[in-house]
């Protein structure tokens, strides 16, 4: 399964490999985009999070399953959120073999789930203080029930920051050899048909994201790259 995210950063990627010539210079045109994690230079989201007053109640779970590290079964991807305020609480990516047996972990903060919920689609014209007295403003008009609803959408969207990327498109690794974390497991995804990689948005930054795989040589999960 291939996300609109995950296509987005792979279409640029493209773009930038047959475009730039001297990827230093370049290579920070890269952006894994991100709709449901835009940010705003008027915006100071460093102290908001102390303004969201959202709890999570029980232990949340959910999952997902792609063939990753076996051609054969299925991996299961599962999310796993904590209770206690949203603002605090951790959350943490799992993968599991078909028999249960976990080769990969991310931890992040909960907050994942809701940013952008302080940001209305509309704002009104004028100057900065104007501006800040209506995101105040609205903050503090959100709703319990607005809170769960955004919740709720992060969480059944969350699998959406997960894709597996084409075969066809491993070769375009080569240009970034400066940035590849093992150059022996990219020699080993170009020439093992069975390896799959995948690109995992980066759920504690405000953009990127990082492409990993199933070494067989290695026997474990190993990270290819990590990209703004």
């Known amino acids: 399964m291939t ?5 987005i950063f792979l ?21 894994h985009s991100s709709t449901l994690q835009k940010t705003s230079s ?3 989201d460093d102290n908001s999070r102390e303004n969201f007053k959202f709890s999570i109640a029980d232990t949340i779970k959910t999952s997902n399953s792609y063939f990753f590290s076996n051609p054969n079964s299925k991996d299961i991807f599962q999310l796993i959120i904590e209770p206690g305020l949203a ?12 028999d249960k047996k976990i080769i990969y972990t991310q931890s992040f903060g909960a907050f994942y789930f809701l940013k952008g919920i302080d940001e209305p689609e509309t704002v009104p014209t004028g100057n900065q203080k104007d ?6 403003k609205y903050r503090k008009s959100l709703t319990q029930k607005q809170y769960q ?39 080993e995804a170009l020439s093992d048909s ?19 795989g199933y070494s067989r040589k290695q026997n474990k999960v190993v990270t290819l790259l990590e990209h703004d």
């Open 3 to 7: 996300s609109y995210k995950g296509s």
């Open 11 to 31: 279409v640029v990627l493209i773009t930038f490999l047959s475009c730039n010539s001297n990827k230093k210079e370049n290579k920070n045109n890269i952006h």
């Open 42 to 44: 008027e915006v100071v």
């Open 87 to 98: 603002k605090d609480s951790k959350a943490k990516l799992l993968i599991m073999t078909a």
């Open 131 to 136: 501006y800040e007295k209506y995101i105040e």
């Open 149 to 187: 609803a955004y919740f709720k959408k992060r969480i059944d969207s969350f699998f959406e920051e997960i894709s597996l990327i084409e075969k066809n498109k491993y070769d375009d690794f080569k240009e970034w050899e400066e940035d590849i974390s093992d150059k022996d497991f990219l020699n």
């Open 194 to 212: 069975i390896i799959k990689l995948m690109d995992i948005t980066c759920f504690d930054c405000d953009e990127g994201g990082t492409v990993i």
